[in-house]
């Protein structure tokens, strides 16, 4: 045991209010180091799951997709496919069996077991005292010499007429008891959104996407428009510039979605559809663990931390997707979490490293990145300042099928100096997720375009194509 004398002022040294991916990772390193940790979750924690529900159905879902497509291009390949056109989508079963595989895989840890949990939510009372409403309706009050806020966020619906009634969001697309036929409209336009309506078209059902602005607006807008048109071409209609307005129960007994296009000077134009999908961003539940109480410093609705994701509250503490500014992702929320519980409890004064978070967007063509975009990059160095090196590539799994190659894109963007180091990396195709985790150690290296171009390649990886990227962009 590492950890100093405990605090006999408190019963805990460390509550966690929130025990998913953050807090669960922040809770465990904080026991083995220890610490005498309380850990308040309704669901998750408390359930003793240490994954995260969410990302693995989306995850399942996406491969769901890559192998409908998969069977309908076996034939390419010799495979005497009968029917391949009339494959058809058991959304029932789908979901059933990534239920089981998902509890299935749920690590459970050791350390686990010297963690007390309370199944329920927690409410501040003060800065170091957490009320506790246990999901049997019991009360009681924790008190702990540090508090970790790791609640995450919850989706939010648009404030318009029939919102709530007739919408939904990805927390309840991912178990749906009944296929998505019909129409589905995603409202959104950000990760979430462009994956669901991946999900959606590359299981065979139709989706339009209702963005208010344009889609995906930090990432690379190259490499978005890209996505775009792959998606378009598989089926996606994206309506950008709409903003919904009402839904209503139209006779037919669907929904009649009225929205303003705000490139046809506000006109207000109207869809049918059978679902409406909200996913036009989500917010940290900050009324429900009653932060007035606190009142750290805020962002809009996520707290905002330090480098040692310390809040302005000095014995609060806050990580994940509920901490201002911070990726939202699930390996930085426990990365962050392990970082925090070794400061607190072992005297390691390591801050997270939050550069060069590599990331993927599963749509049927991956998207994934890390560093810079090149937009970022201009800003930061001038366009004189860096140097781009782009292709598209075409990817072996597409050279015997009939797949439209024109969307597989790569690019390296460099500073513009005597090393080049690399600022960022981006790739549409195949397994994108899978080539940029490499990658994205070899940046934190200090990769420089000299050594990439120096590096042999895998032969036949599309991953090889970025070391022979010799193209430069004018
Ligand atoms: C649809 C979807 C897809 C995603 N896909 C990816 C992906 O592909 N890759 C990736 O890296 N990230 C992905 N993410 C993001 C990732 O899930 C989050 O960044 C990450 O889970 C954040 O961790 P967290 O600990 O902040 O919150 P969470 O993991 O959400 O955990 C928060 C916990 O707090 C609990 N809680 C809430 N309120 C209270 C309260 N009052 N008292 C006690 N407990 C409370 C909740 O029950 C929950 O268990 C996805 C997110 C969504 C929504």
């Not at 963690?115 to 702990?144: P, R, W």
Request: aromatic share 10%.
């Amino acid at each position: 045991m590492q950890v100093g004398k405990h605090d006999n002022n408190y019963e805990y040294d460390l509550v966690c209010i929130g025990g998913g991916s953050g807090g669960l990772a922040c809770a465990l390193k904080a026991v083995e180091l220890g610490a005498k940790v309380a850990c308040i979750d309704p669901q998750r924690g408390a359930a003793g799951i240490y994954t995260n529900v969410g990302i693995a159905y989306k995850k399942h879902m996406h491969q769901a997709c890559l192998l409908g497509i998969g069977v309908c291009q076996a034939a390419c390949y010799g495979w005497n496919v009968r029917n391949a056109r009339k494959l058809s989508m058991n959304w029932q079963k789908l979901i059933s069996n990534i239920k089981i595989a998902t509890e299935r895989v749920a690590k459970t840890d050791d350390r686990m077991k010297y963690i007390q949990f309370f199944n329920g939510f927690g409410s501040f009372v003060d800065a170091h005292s957490v009320q506790v409403k246990m999901t049997s309706n019991e009360e009681l009050l924790v008190t702990g010499k540090y508090i970790l806020l790791a609640t995450g966020t919850q989706p939010v619906y648009l404030k318009i007429p029939g919102s709530l009634e007739y919408g939904i969001t990805s927390d309840e697309f991912f178990s749906l008891p009944s296929p998505p036929t019909g129409k589905t409209l995603c409202v959104g336009g950000g990760v979430v959104c462009m994956e669901i309506a991946g999900i959606l078209i590359g299981l065979g059902f139709n989706v339009t996407v209702m963005a208010r602005s344009k889609v995906l607006q930090a990432f690379d807008q190259e490499m978005v428009k890209l996505l775009m048109e792959d998606m378009t071409s598989r089926g996606v209609v994206f309506l950008q510039h709409c903003l919904p307005k009402s839904i209503a129960l139209a006779r037919c007994k669907r929904l009649l979605v009225s929205y303003n296009n705000s490139q046809k000077k506000d006109a207000e134009e109207f869809g049918i559809f059978d679902r409406v999908i909200w996913a036009i961003g989500r917010r940290a539940p900050l009324d429900d663990i009653n932060i007035s109480a606190v009142n750290p410093a805020l962002n809009d609705s996520e707290i905002i931390v330090n480098e040692y994701e310390e809040t302005t509250v000095p014995n609060i503490y806050a990580i994940g997707d509920i901490a201002s500014g911070r990726p939202k992702l699930f390996p930085v929320a426990v990365a962050a979490g392990t970082l925090l519980a070794q400061r607190l409890f072992s005297g390691v004064r390591q801050a997270m490293n939050y550069e060069n978070v590599a990331r993927a967007i599963y749509t049927p063509l991956e998207y994934s990145f890390v560093g810079l975009t090149e937009e970022e990059a201009e800003k930061l160095f001038d366009k004189n300042g860096i140097v781009v090196h782009h292709g598209y590539y075409e990817p072996l799994e597409y050279a015997l099928t009939h797949h439209s190659r024109n969307f597989c894109y790569m690019k390296v963007i460099a500073k513009f100096d005597e090393h080049c180091p690399v600022l960022g990396m981006h790739i549409t195709g195949p397994n994108a997720g899978e080539i940029m985790q490499g990658f994205s150690a070899a940046i934190n290296s200090g990769l420089t375009l000299h050594t990439l171009f120096d590096t042999v390649g895998v032969c036949f990886t599309n991953a090889q194509n970025f070391t022979q990227l010799l193209n430069e962009k004018k």
